[in-house]
T-cell receptor, first 114, second 113 residues
Framework: AQSVTQLDSQVPVFEEAPVELRCNYS??????LFWYVQYPNQGLQLLLK??????LVKGINGFEAEFNKSQTSFHLRKPSVHISDTAEYFC????????????FGIGTKLQVIP | NAGVTQTPKFRVLKTGQSMTLLCAQD?????MYWYRQDPGMGLRLIHY???????AKGEVPDGYNVSRLKKQNFLLGLESAAPSQTSVYFC????????????FGSGTRLTVV
């Protein structure tokens, strides 16, 4: 069985400061990894994904994530956040098999402070 | 380009009432999913469909039924609503391979009183 752990439920950060949102996963097979963002009262939007190849993945809005197989992590980073980045961020893992079941983490709320 | 459209956006039901949530996608996606989102629990899969006419149970299917009579539509039914079904419901679709990721609708906020 696969699982996802988002280590922080809330992360406050000042505007223009860097941020890292942590995600660890467990799976017995090769995985696909995703980060989604949910703005208030909206659905989830795909931010970036890791399928294979380069372990550093770049996404929309200046976010990037690094896949670390040995530490089973897929942390999300941004070097300088903006007020508009205030949202909830979900890490997700898929084993790519069958119906491509996706398991979501419980989310991390990023609050950018002016 | 609408993507995934959910109706209604809000609904209040009395315990025991029934209702149907509609999800429509215009991207010709094969896979469609219904999730519920609850505080502190993330998203949990209720039912999913891998193509027109097919449905399957997810993690938390009890109390829900689904139908996919047309490729573009995926309906979620609550037979007899219970307060435990108060939640935000999201529909999602994907092209096929999970490598494309999901496209989500904007959600339906359901309250059962």
């Amino acid at each position: 069985a696969q699982s996802v752990t988002q280590l922080d439920s809330q992360v406050p950060v000042f505007e223009e400061a860097p941020v890292e949102l942590r995600c660890n996963y467990s799976s017995s097979v090769s995985v696909y990894l995703f980060w989604y963002v949910q703005y208030p009262n909206q659905g989830l939007q795909l931010l970036l994904k890791y399928l294979s190849g380069s372990t550093l993945v770049k996404g929309i809005n200046g976010f990037e994530a690094e896949f670390n197989k040995s530490q089973t992590s897929f942390h999300l980073r941004k070097p300088s956040v903006h007020i508009s980045d205030t949202a909830e961020y979900f890490c997700a893992v898929s084993d790519g098999g069958g119906y491509q079941k996706v398991t979501f983490g419980i989310g991390t709320k990023l609050q950018v402070i002016p | 380009n609408a993507g995934v459209t959910q109706t209604p956006k809000f609904r209040v039901l009395k315990t025991g009432q029934s209702m149907t949530l509609l999800c429509a996608q215009d991207m010709n996606h094969e896979y469609m999913y219904w999730y519920r989102q609850d505080p502190g629990m993330g998203l949990r899969l209720i039912h999913y469909s891998v193509g027109e006419g097919t449905t399957a149970k997810g993690e938390v299917p009890d109390g829900y039924n689904v139908s996919r009579l047309k490729k573009q539509n995926f309906l979620l039914g609550l037979e007899s609503a219970a307060p435990s079904q108060t939640s935000v419901y999201f529909c999602a679709s994907s092209y096929g391979s999970q490598s494309y990721g999901y496209t989500f609708g904007s959600g339906t906020r359901l309250t059962v009183v």
